[in-house]
């Protein structure tokens, strides 16, 4: 049984870049979240999807930033126009309900790195 | 703004000893709690989590305390292995599903 796969685990923008960061979810899970964690620090919630809809974007930036969960195929987070302060881990997480008792399974991370 | 942190950045412990990692959460309407364990270049694992109606929870070597009067959480590893070091964070559901990570703390596990 796979668990979350993101990818890719690594990609290098240069500045005015567009970042594309896939996120698939563990198998019958329809809840996908997307964190990000700077060096040093916890995660922190950015956007929070179902299939096709998007449900809280309350911790994404709302220039530049945009994220999608299609109906076939992964979710994709996409950061337009990339700076150095994007450099950061971003982590998916999926669930197979929602709530706030239901853990939360966190793929492996995408590194970006901003040159 | 509501906040989970930690109380050590960084613990050293011997191998074969206890290991007891602090976490302090503010809103006191928190219901759900979990330990994460996150190794270099890899993503969080899931641990051990806790409810609000329950006290301490066991796994396997790990327990996990929670003292709701002092908004106090611990987690505690039994017999600490080499393979025990990495960056754990407690995350605090809220009542939501927005977790709220603490800062982590690192545990150095010496030979």
């Known amino acids: 049984n796979a668990g979350v796969m993101q990818n890719p685990r690594h990609l290098v923008r240069r500045r005015g870049q567009e970042a594309r960061l896939r996120c698939s979810p563990m198998k019958g899970h329809s809840h996908v979240y997307w964190y990000r964690q700077l060096p040093e620090e916890g995660l922190k919630f950015m956007v929070y999807?179902?299939?096709?809809?998007?449900?809280?974007e309350s911790g994404m930036p709302k220039e530049r930033f945009s994220a999608e969960f299609p109906k076939e195929g992964p979710s994709i987070l996409r950061i337009q126009q990339v700076v150095r302060g994007d450099s950061a881990a971003y982590f998916c997480?999926?669930?197979?309900?929602?709530?706030?008792?239901?853990?939360?399974?966190f793929g492996p991370g995408t590194r970006l790195t901003v040159t | 703004g509501e906040s989970v942190g930690l109380h050590l950045p960084t613990l050293s412990v011997q191998e074969g000893d206890n290991s007891i990692i602090n976490c302090a959460y503010s809103?006191?309407?928190?219901?759900?709690f979990i330990w994460y364990k996150q190794e270099s270049g890899k993503g969080p694992q899931f641990i051990i989590d806790i409810r609000s109606n329950m006290d301490k929870r066991q796994g396997q070597r790990v327990t996990v305390l929670l003292n709701k009067t002092v908004k106090h959480l611990s987690l505690q590893i039994a017999a600490t292995q080499p393979g025990d070091s990495a960056v754990y964070f407690c995350a605090d559901a809220q009542g939501t599903y927005k977790y709220i990570f603490g800062t982590g703390t690192r545990l150095k596990v010496l030979a």
């Open positions: 997480a999926s669930s197979p309900r929602t709530g706030s008792s239901y853990e939360q399974y």
């Open positions: 999807l179902q299939k096709e809809n998007i449900i809280d």
């Open positions: 809103n006191s309407a928190s219901d759900y």
